[in-house]
């Protein structure tokens, strides 16, 4: 899924819009390599949910694309 959400990202022009999906997947695969020990679990899973949530729609998005 993170593979085509950076297809996703590198599909977009340059400027705001690529900068925030670049970071947002970024920021998404650095959590899933933390265990989230030491930190609030639930704060923690809010985080990794929304980061799980936006790189879904990004390699969704990305997958259409290609699949076209």
């Known amino acids: 899924m993170a593979d085509d959400a950076d297809a996703y990202a590198a599909m977009q ?3 705001r819009p690529k900068n925030i999906a670049a970071n947002t997947v970024r920021h998404a695969r ?3 390599e933390e265990s989230g020990e030491g930190a609030d679990p ?3 899973l809010r985080l990794t949910a929304k980061a799980v949530d936006y790189t ?6 990305a ?3 290609r699949d076209q």
């Open 42 to 44: 639930a704060a923690w």
């Open 56 to 61: 879904a729609r990004y390699a969704a998005t």
């Open 30 to 32: 650095a959590l899933a």
């Open 13 to 15: 022009p340059d400027g």
């Open 63 to 65: 997958r259409k694309v």
